[in-house]
Structures are given as C-alpha cells and as structure tokens.
C-alpha cells in the first residue's frame, strides 16, 4: 500500500452485532482509536438509524453489510470485500425469557450463528474472535465477588447458549492453536453514549431495569414493579454489578490490543466489582435525573439470583483494564439518551 492512501495502519475489525447497543458503543471507541469497522448485522434488534447516529459521532461513514450470521454467503461476502483480521462477536439474542419459550430459535440464532461464523473465519484464515459471554454463566453464584474460575451453569436456554459457544471456542482453540480467542464475560451493562444520541432501545416492555426505570420517569410506564424485597441482601432487593456501556466497550478495545499477546483462551469478567440493589438504582436515578420513579414491591422473577457482583481483578491484570464510570454518570448518561429519545430510535 503507497503511504499516500488513507488506510490505516491498524487492523479491519468485523463487529457482527454492531448496529446493536453494546455494538454501537463499542464501533465509536474502535474507530476513534485509529480501527477500520465493518459492522455485519442482520437489524433483528436493531435499526439503521443507530448506525446514522454512530457516523455523526464519528464524523464519517461506517462500512455496513446486513446480513444473518447463520448465512456463510452473507458471511463470505463480508470476508471477501475486506481484510478483516478479527471479529468482535455481538450478534446473537438476549432476552431470557423469550429463549425459554423459544429455545431452538435461540439456540439456531446463538449457537448455530457462532458455528457459521467461526467456519467462514477459518475458510477466511481470520482466526481472531472476541466473544460477548455474560455473568448469567455463573448461575447462581455461591458467593460474591464472582472470579472468572467459579463453576459454571445456567437455567435457561439464553444463558445455556453462552455457555455452549463458550465451550466450543475453547475446542476449536484446542484444534488450532492459531486460534485468538477471548471470552469477555459482561455483567449488567447500563448507561449511553454521553452525547444522548445512541443508548439501549428495547423492543417492547423492556425485561431489564434500567430501560424500565427510565421508561417510567419519562412517563411511558406508569410504575416499577420491584422484583423481591425479601433477598439476603442490605435491602432486601436484588444486587447487580451495573456497567457503563462506554466503560464496556472500552473493553473490547482492550482485548484487542492485547489479543497478540495471548496463548491461551482467555476468559475475563468485565464489571467494576461494586454491586447495588434496585432500590439503591431507583435512589441514584431519581438523583441524577431530578424525576420520580413510582415503584411497588412486586413477587420475586422466576430465575432470579439475590446477589451477582464480579471481582474485576483479572480484567486489571490481564487486560490492564478497569471500569472508571461510576453509578451517578451511568444514571445520568441512561437519562439524557432516554429524555431526549423518548421513543428509541424511533422518529
Ligand atoms: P442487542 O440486541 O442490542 O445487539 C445484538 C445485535 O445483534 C442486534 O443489532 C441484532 O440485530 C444483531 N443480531 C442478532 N442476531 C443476529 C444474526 N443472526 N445475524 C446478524 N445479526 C444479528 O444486544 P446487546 O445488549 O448489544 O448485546 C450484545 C451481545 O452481548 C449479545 O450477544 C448479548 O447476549 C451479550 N450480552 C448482553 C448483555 C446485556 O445485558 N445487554 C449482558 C451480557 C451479554
Ligand atoms: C436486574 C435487577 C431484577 C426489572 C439479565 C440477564 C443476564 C444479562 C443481563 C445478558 C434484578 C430487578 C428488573 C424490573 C426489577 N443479560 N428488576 N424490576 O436479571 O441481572 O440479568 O440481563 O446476558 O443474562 O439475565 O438484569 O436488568 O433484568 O435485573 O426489580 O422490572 O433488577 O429482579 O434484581 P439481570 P435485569
């Protein structure tokens, strides 16, 4: 390549699942920190929109295939058009209960999808992934924090999927040791891009809390039903290791940087370590945002555990990475995203 053209000297990235929301976050750190992205989705949960908005942001157009990742043609398209050398590997389905009720959609959408994927890699010698896990891996954790060698399992098929692929990169590690792999265990991601363009839009009645609380203060839910107030906690509620989204996505350009240097598949936590209760989320947002949120006390969800918390330490070794956003930011940032789009990404 003559130094003359514009291509940058880092590497081509294909983040399928990149129009998504830990994908879009993530595309805007990628391409401010000098990558070229190739975002390859299939808009099942997302919208074009939120990739118009990543370009404002960015301040220049992000190269886009849709397509389904179960598909090789769509996949080999993506392969053949650019020189990609590692996959950051959003795509996939979220939605616990949903995957109870349709666990071979899940399964066929997850699990198979990662099979396709990693197939047209390897026919395309791009041996580099770097996979969205969850801290749901950990079950029903025995005690908090949560290190990266507890024991694993799940009790619904979403959950069962990530740990399914989880075990299937690590075979394919053992087949080729060529293989790149990282395995970045997300705990309960929250918060928006500080500019209020881009955030979390949940299709429907949003399942998660935070989206739920800040539904409810810009007044398109009328109250927060609190899952348990009766848990082995300081107040009775469930506790969770929220994250910023930005902080996340820094993450993933961490692991990046670092990939070249592992020789093993690595498994990582990315959570700050710090859990707090729904009513202490419900506290820190009315804060921020200067809006009440109405909530009762409702039974406790079906599946749900009392505490989940990481220990982040290996992620500070490893990855020389840690989450700087705290609770206030996360809230505030949530809050911007949702008052100024109060439908999504929706006009
Ligand atoms: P999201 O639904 O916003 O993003 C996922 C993206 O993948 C969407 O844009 C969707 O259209 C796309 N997609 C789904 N199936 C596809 C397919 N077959 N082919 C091509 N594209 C497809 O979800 P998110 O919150 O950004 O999550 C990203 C990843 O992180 C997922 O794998 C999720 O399981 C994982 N994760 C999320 C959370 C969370 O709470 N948000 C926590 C832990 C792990
Ligand atoms: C958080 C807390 C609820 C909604 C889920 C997935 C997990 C991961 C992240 C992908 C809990 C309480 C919630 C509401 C409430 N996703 N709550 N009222 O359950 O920790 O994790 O998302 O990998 O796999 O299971 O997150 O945001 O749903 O709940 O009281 O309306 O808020 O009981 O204590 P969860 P959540």
């Known amino acids: 390549m003559s130094p003359s053209t514009t291509h940058h000297p880092l590497s081509t990235i294909l983040v399928t699942g990149g129009a998504g929301y830990i994908g879009s976050h993530t595309v805007i750190l990628l391409i401010e920190a000098g990558y070229d992205v190739v975002v390859f989705d299939n808009f099942c949960n ?16 992000i190269s886009v295939i849709e397509g389904d990742i179960r598909n090789r043609n769509d996949l080999r398209l ?12 959003f795509a ?7 995957s109870v009720e349709q666990p071979l959609r899940y399964y066929d959408n997850n699990v198979y999808g990662t ?19 969850s801290a749901t891996v950990y079950g029903d954790p025995a005690t908090t924090p949560i290190t990266e060698d507890f024991p694993t399992s799940a009790t619904n098929p979403y959950g069962r999927s990530k740990l399914f692929i989880e075990e299937i990169l690590r075979d394919l590690y053992i087949s080729d ?11 309960n991601p929250v918060g928006a891009h500080p500019s209020g363009t881009i955030g979390e839009d949940p299709n429907g009645i949003p399942n998660n809390l935070m989206p739920f609380i800040t539904q409810t203060a810009v007044g398109k839910l009328s109250c927060l ?25 820094a993450g993933h350009v961490k692991a990046l940087e670092k990939l070249p240097l592992f020789h093993e598949v690595m498994t990582i936590n990315l959570g700050t370590g ?26 406790r969800r ?35 995203w949702q008052s100024n789009n109060p439908n999504g990404y929706t006009a």
């Open 46 to 61: 997302s919208s074009r929109e939120s990739i118009k908005r990543v370009e404002k942001i960015v301040g220049k157009p």
């Open 78 to 89: 993506a392969f053949n058009t650019y020189a990609v050398d590692t996959v950051i590997h």
């Open 92 to 98: 996939g389905l979220k939605a616990v209960g949903e």
């Open 115 to 133: 099979v396709a994927l990693c197939e047209v890699m390897q026919e395309a010698g791009c041996k580099s992934i770097i996979f969205s896990s």
């Open 177 to 187: 040791h060529d293989w790149k792999v990282v395995l970045l265990r997300y705990f």
């Open 225 to 249: 039903s609190v899952f348990g107030d009766d848990y082995d906690t300081h107040d009775g509620t469930g506790v969770r290791d929220y994250i910023h989204v930005m902080d996340l996505a």
């Open 274 to 299: 710090t859990g707090y209760s729904v009513l202490d989320m419900v506290k820190a947002f009315e804060k921020a945002s200067g809006k009440e949120v109405p909530y009762c006390i409702a039974p």
């Open 302 to 336: 079906a599946g749900d555990i009392a505490k989940c918390y990481a220990d982040p330490s290996y992620a500070k070794k490893v990855l020389d990475w840690k989450a700087s956003k705290d609770i206030e930011e996360m809230c505030e940032d949530s809050w911007r």
